[in-house]
């Protein structure tokens, strides 16, 4: 006879109680954000009147998660950026040039005099007086290197130090760019997590893809360019020595120097000395402020090594400009009125009280450890994503019903039964996507909208099955255990197959199509549980109260 | 009253017109791809790399109006295009405008994508732009890759279910159907120029799952009737079944299609070519199951009589005299 164990009929109900209840908060979605932010505020420790009302909109003892709805539904801002991991190598080769300088000057007298040639970025040539010393400036240079600290990479050693003529070359090994790509990487993302946190938006999803990409979305962006304002360039901040000041944007700047433009003046270039005496990355704050002449201005403050650096620098150079450059522009070049010693100072420029307040906060989250090339970018209005819900929502609902109908019209009393498990897959799927925080996108509604058609397929094919089993069966309980039993290896096949498809769509989908992956997976997961064990729990109710004779499907 | 839009018993020889049906389909296969091959596709910014604006203003597009705005700037090749929703209000009028990806340039200028609205605004000072897409030529070149991979690799993993589930015959049966109904559908995006982009691929991925759902449940009950009805011809094992099925695979159809409808009707356009790609897919779906997979399997043959020890024919059995 038709039989379902207690505890199963009570886990079923429990898992369809807890769909009910997890998509509740959903009906209320505005007031529960609200709620929820406000939660998070006084969490932080802030309060106030209007946080407490905004907190009392949602009962805190009912479940508070709700579908993060995508960036299509609610309008934002999506870039992918790319890393140029290589700036790295020219940074770190620049930067290894005293040092290497040093080491092969201490050996004047095998290797000769030794100069820095031009060449290509990330590469370090010297060109040695004495060929016979070159063996021995390699080996010197060799000195310097360190084994790689990877586990794929260990034991190889840092740098690359090849010899061909008087020329030597150094640039990174191989090992030691994978290492330096990875804390590149790692570091952008840091940083540009800390420039978006600190322009306030909520809930901004800034991930990984891929070795050297990073995807950023910020819902309620007002577009991919003042993303990019927020991420800014590079914010490298240094503090140069000037060599020279020319009208000539093709001017040769030599070795070890580099021609960068002033902002303000069109036409006016400084040649400046590659090492900087002071980099960005020894500040340790900086603030928006105004200049004596009550002109916006940055603040700064150094760290105890950049601020003795800058004083002895200061001290033997006064009297003579130097430049303080963002992203090889020279912002201002004052000339040193008297040595500072106090590691603090202000940048001034034409800057609006805006531009202030963003410099000071890129300089404060500190610089990109490398230029950003941003392969792709997408805005959405907040006024389409609204329009896209309302449409969505329509269509689901409309879709619903017709649904609903057509199973009613053609399975009657067992076609509702279905229908109302149909309710409780929709419950569910919605319940689901709250808890485990997954993204609602446009697409994503049309997977839950295509669901609900191929969820009913599967008491479609119980309820033809026990059609026919009425034929030849003893007894419509016979029938519909049948029924139950047979139609499940067409069951399961079908909806593995699908899951497989959705499951790839998933990894290799972003975006949009990952939601919609995300619906169809989850729905057909659900929608097997309501179609095999609600309706069954429903029917066996049913029965067990009516004992009938014969049933018609 | 029930309603039945399938008979209680039918007894349909879905053999009988295999000739034409099953001609039809290697036609419409053939034609799909060499339309594919003469026009190609209509491929969207997520393919081809560029930028789509759309626009949204309360007066009536004017396509020659923004187009003489636009072509000044020297942007190349700029598809204008009019959208049309029965969900607009009636002051909204909405246009598509697509430039192509810029020579020279991976990261998109904002300047390019400043100078178009500026220039819009001039024409039609009440336009907005709700939303403005870029991709450049790098990401989307892996993404055509990763597009074809996915593809495949659906339908390849179903492949190996299926052959894994049932006998190898109705794993080939169940992939050419499968690919029947991708290269239709490619080829309806090819003959209408529908833009083919990320959405496209995400429905055909769908249509490949609905698809073998479809011939699975056929293929579910033809195995069931193979063992209950030892003597029957295959030909007539498959026309049962079909039949047994029948009621079940057009129900579900028509659900799927019903919800389907009310969103391609009241889904917005936004959707719109990925609802009509998965709308399609259904329709050649069922199509598929019911007079291409079971016509290859009847082709190729199911071996029946597992009583007297033959060689072995390549079946999930075959190892297990060894």
Redesign the interface.
Known sequence: MLHIARFKQVLIVLACLAGVIFTLPNFFYSRVEMHNDAAKDIENGITNAELEADLAQWPSWLPSDIVNLGLDLRGGAQLLAEVRVEDVYETTMDGMWPQVRDVLVAERDTIGAIRRQESAPGTLAIRVANEDGVARAVELVRGLASPVTSVTGAGQSSLTVSANGNLVTVELSEAQKTVSDELTVRQALEIIRNRIDAAGTREPSIQRTGDRRILIEVPGAKSAQELKGWIGTTAQLGFHEVISTTGDENAEPGVGNFLAPDVEREGVYYILSRTAVVSGDQLTDSQPTFDQNGRPAVDFRFNPGGARAFGAYTSNNIGRPFAIVLDDEVISAPTIQSAITGGSGIITGSFTVEETTNLAVLLRAGALPAGLDFLEERTVGPELGADSIRSGQIAAVVGFVAVMIFMGLSYGLFGWIANIALILNMAMIIGILSLLGATLTLPGIAGIVLTMGMAVDANVLVYERIREELKTAKGPARAIELGYERAMSAILDANITTIMTAAILWFVGSGPVRGFATTLGIGILTSVFTAIFVTRLFIVWWFQRRRPKTIEV | M????IP?ETNFNFFKAARYTFGASVVAVIASIILFLVLGLNFGIDFRGGTTI?T?STSEVSVADYRAAIDPLGLGDVVITEVFDP?FAADEHVAMIRIQAQEGQ???S?EI?QQVEEALQQVDPSI?????????P??SGELIN??I??VL??IV??VI??WA?FEWQFAIGAVAALIHDVLLTIGLWSIFQLKFD??T??AL??I???S???T??V???AR?NLIKYKKMPLIDVLNLSAN??L??TV??S??????????L????D??RG??LA?TWGIIVGTYSSIYVAKNIVLMLGVKRDWSKEKKPSGNQFMDIDA
């Not at chain 2, 907005?128 to 450049?136: A, L, M």
């Not at chain 2, 028509?254 to 009310?262: E, N, P, S, V, Y």
């Open positions: 029930r309603l039945r839009l209680q759309r949204d969900t991976e990261s998109i904002a994508v907005t732009f709700p939303s403005v897409e870029s991709v450049g790098k990401v990763t597009a991979y996915a690799a659906a993993a179903i279910y299926i589930r990320l959405a691929i995400a991925l769908t490949v799952g609905y073998i759902n479809d699975v449940v293929f579910d009950r069931e047994e099925t009621s079940r129900m579900t028509g659900t799927t299609l019903l919800a389907l409808i009310a969103l009707v009241l889904g917005g936004v959707i990925f609802v998965i």
